[in-house]
Every structure is written in C-alpha cells, then in structure tokens.
C-alpha cells in the first residue's frame, strides 16, 4: 500500500497563493491516479482536483478550476496543487487521495488511501 503526508498548509490572506505538496512512499506512486478533497468546518469533504497517473490528464472542480493547478511528479513521488487568489471560502482541511488505477475518478470513495491532511486558513 502507499503512505500519503500532506504538507504547504498555513495561514494566508484572500488574494495570496499557497502550494500544497503530497509526497507517497511504500509502492510506485506512478501505479495510482490521485486527486485533492477538502473539508470545510461543519461541512461534508469535496472534490477538488484528480490526475491521472501522468499528470497529463486532469479534472477540477468548477469552485476553484480557474485558481486552482493540479500536478505531479512521479521521479519525486510528489503531487501538488497550486492555489492562486485564495478566498475565504477556500478555508479547509486539504487531503490527498490516491487508487491503484492509472484513471481518476471525483468519487471520495472511489479511494483506497487517504493522508491526514494539511490546515488551510484564508482570512479576508
């Protein structure tokens, strides 16, 4: 199975970038397609963004499709996601999510592992 540790959360005001990092270890991070959730305070987790197992085919949610940048790099067992002009809405916990096909899917449970997430707090 593959670990996933979360990293780049803090504390931002509206309008500033953060980048999110998630590093796996333990199988091929290229054999697994992976997407970012987040959790809002008093809120169900939702669908953020998802790659496939290049990197070359992604998906992101409508919320944050014009701020928000999906990627990876499989040489570094690594996925980012780029958030440009953060919103208070944006304020979550972020997770990285990873299955064992090389296709991604917006589906929470379509999931198999899960890293324990990272704080992102937007103030306006």
């Known amino acids: 199975q593959v670990q996933l540790v979360e990293s780049g959360g803090g504390l931002v005001q509206g309008g500033d970038s953060l980048r999110l990092s998630c590093v796996a270890s333990?199988?091929?991070?290229?054999?697994?397609?992976a997407a970012w959730f987040r959790q809002a305070p008093g809120k169900q987790r939702e669908f953020v963004a998802a790659c496939n197992w290049s990197g070359f085919s992604s998906y992101h949610a409508d919320s944050v499709k014009d701020r928000f940048i999906i990627s990876r790099d499989n040489t570094k067992n690594t996925m980012y996601l780029q958030m440009n002009n953060l919103q208070p809405e944006d304020t979550a916990v972020y997770y990285c999510a990873a299955r064992p096909r090389i296709y991604y899917s917006t589906e929470e449970g379509e999931y198999d592992y899960w890293g324990l997430g990272t704080q992102v707090t937007v103030s306006s």
């Open positions: 333990g199988r091929t991070f290229s054999d697994y397609s």
